[in-house]
């Protein structure tokens, strides 16, 4: 059994491909279009920090339960976690240089003419101006990625700990155990308002409580997702060679229960949105469906929920690592559109002019921003993976039943 | 019809003596355990259909709970309310709450169907501590070949049997 998890210089080589791909872009993308440049620093960054907070928020719940089947594979989400360090610098630059380029509360300049239009714009804003304004936004991005850096490296801590300490593990365990319940609650309470700041508030007339929610149980679906994606190549290179249909199961569980309750939430929002039927909440989906692209999402609904409940349905695909794969791939295709359907309507809405009758625009410069982070994030977590002694856990209470796991059926 | 009877009390001892049974291929009618042992199930390749009938029904409740209320709302009493379009985006909650309801009615009317058991039916088996803690292993006598019942009385035994009985209807 291989110890230790190395960084091959195949892989270092794949993933500064990539992060040069991105950087040529991002320059192409900064001269050409300044607009969309900072929107595709949201709409990737964002992504990949949900992914880590999702993973985190995993990762807890696994202490939680004292699930005994997944402790072999804490590293797996541990690490991913890490990526919220690149994720503060990428959104920090966004806060101090983007900001008025995505956000149209920091810009009311460049709006003049859409406030001649429409007057009630300005008024809703100035409003809201105690709440969306520029300091506040700063010192809100330095509180949120506080917490998170706090609690995500306690739990990170107590790992080390327990890795050294042979005697006194198990006390490092009900430690990590009480920590996680801290940041599920810290996450929760503080990713409300993250996700009302980063996303929400590139419509600032629009607003839904609703919303946070969606996204917090997305990245949590979506990162399992990659924990997946992850697994599947860390054991493809022999680094869990005890893995069974057993550990694929329960993998797959998580998928599929990650789909009713993504689905679940889609549509308590839309059906919600759509039943109250206000204007300024339905102008959301409006713009979405009719002006944006009906096509799209639609496609959101059936990448997310559909196909990964018909498929991961019968008891032998759901055990297949192959199908699994597969799922995997499509739910985060389907959490790249989800993303994108949030962020990018009313960025091209407003380069627009409103009312205007718009189209999707995913070009070189999507893909080219979005392979520069996933090679970013392929370094970093690679890097961050290889840096601990070994892949698996060392003193954890439960990692004998993780390594002999076996269900029946 | 008479039966031979082992009573345990521990599951260890009773997936031992399953392995044991399995390997001279005893004719076991039917072990009676307080809890599921799901290991068991799999030891004597137990398989139920009920999961894909479930799937069945499932379908079946999307359909005719859709089929209700287009039938209703759309065809025969078509209401204004509020300017919304008859076929209504709402349909989902009531049809998720229909589709939970009919498939579960049905998966318990399948399994005591599937189980042949109804109200007020006499019971085949008891033995006292059977509804309490105790697992017991039936074996039917009359398929047993002479020299065998002395080799299972003997796999009772080893693997820690609490008694060994017979049971005479």
């Known amino acids: 059994m291989k110890k230790r998890f190395v960084f091959t210089k195949k892989l270092k080589s794949i993933s500064f491909v990539l992060m040069l791909i991105g950087l040529i872009t991002g320059v192409l993308a900064y001269m050409g279009d300044t607009h969309r440049f900072w929107a595709n620093i949201l709409f990737s960054n964002y992504m990949f920090l949900l992914l880590a907070l999702g993973a985190a928020f995993w990762m807890s719940l696994q202490y939680i339960a004292e699930a005994g089947w997944s402790s072999a594979f804490k590293r797996v989400p541990e690490t991913i976690a890490s990526y919220i360090v690149p994720a503060f610098v990428f959104m920090l630059a966004l806060v101090f240089f983007g900001m008025k380029y995505v956000y149209p509360w920091a810009n009311p300049e460049g709006h003049i003419e859409d406030f001649a239009k429409y007057p009630e714009f300005k008024e809703i804003l100035e409003v809201k101006a105690p709440y969306l304004n520029k300091n506040f936004f700063i010192i809100r991005t330095l509180i949120f990625f506080l917490v998170w850096f706090g609690t995500i490296g306690i739990l990170r801590k107590f790992s080390k700990k327990e890795d050294e300490d042979k005697q006194g593990a198990l006390k490092w365990f009900e430690k990590s155990r009480f920590f996680s319940k801290v940041y599920i609650f810290a996450f929760a309470l503080t990713f409300i308002f993250a996700g009302f700041d980063y996303l929400m508030s590139l419509e600032p007339f629009w607003y839904s409580t609703l919303f946070s929610i969606k996204e917090l149980i997305s990245g949590f679906f979506h990162a399992s997702a990659l924990i997946i994606l992850i697994v599947y190549f860390l054991n493809k290179k022999g680094y869990f060679p005890f893995m069974n249909s057993s550990h694929w199961h329960d993998f797959s569980k998580y998928l599929f229960m990650g789909s009713i309750l993504f689905a679940y939430a889609w549509y308590f929002q839309y059906m919600l949105i759509w039943y109250g039927n206000i204007p300024e909440e339905g102008e959301y989906y409006f713009l979405r469906r009719f002006h944006f692209s009906q096509t799209l999402f639609t496609l959101n609904i059936i990448i997310n929920f559909m196909i990964p409940f018909l498929v991961l349905l019968p008891n032998k695909l759901a055990k297949n690592p192959k199908v699994l794969l597969i799922m995997a791939i499509t739910i985060l295709l389907g959490f790249v559109l989800d993303v994108y359907l949030s962020v990018f309507p009313p960025l091209v809405h407003t380069f627009a002019g409103v009312g205007e009758h718009i189209h999707p625009v995913f070009g070189l410069y999507e893909i080219g921003i979005l392979l520069g982070f996933i090679g970013l994030f392929m370094f970093v977590f690679f890097k961050n993976l290889a840096k601990r002694k070994r892949i698996l856990p060392v003193n954890h209470p439960y990692i004998e039943e993780s390594l002999l796991h076996h269900n029946a059926h | 019809m008479s039966k031979l009877v082992a009573v345990y009390s521990d599951d260890r001892k009773l997936l031992e003596a399953a392995d044991q049974l399995i390997a001279v291929k005893a004719p076991v009618e039917e072990v009676i355990t307080p809890f599921v042992i799901e290991e068991l199930l799999e030891k004597?390749?137990?398989?139920?259909?009920?999961?894909?009938?479930?799937?069945?029904?499932?379908?079946?409740?999307?359909?005719?709970?859709?089929?209700?209320?287009?039938?209703?709302?759309?065809?025969?009493?078509?209401?204004?309310?509020?300017?919304?379009?008859?076929?209504?985006?709402?349909?989902?909650?009531?049809?998720?709450?229909?589709?939970?309801?009919?498939?579960?009615?049905?998966?318990?009317?399948?399994?005591?169907?599937?189980a042949k058991m109804y109200p007020g039916k006499e019971p085949e088996f008891s033995y006292p501590g059977i509804n309490d803690d105790k697992m017991v292993i039936l074996i039917d006598k009359s398929k047993l070949t002479p020299n065998m019942e002395s080799q299972l009385r003997d796999i009772f035994e080893t693997t820690g049997a609490e008694k060994i009985d017979e049971y005479h209807q």
């Open chain 2, 44 to 114: 004597f390749h137990v398989k139920s259909n009920i999961p894909l009938l479930a799937f069945f029904y499932g379908l079946f409740g999307v359909t005719s709970v859709f089929a209700a209320l287009y039938y209703t709302f759309v065809i025969d009493y078509p209401l204004n309310i509020g300017g919304k379009p008859n076929l209504s985006l709402t349909f989902p909650v009531l049809m998720f709450i229909g589709t939970v309801l009919i498939t579960v009615l049905s998966t318990v009317v399948t399994f005591f169907v599937e």
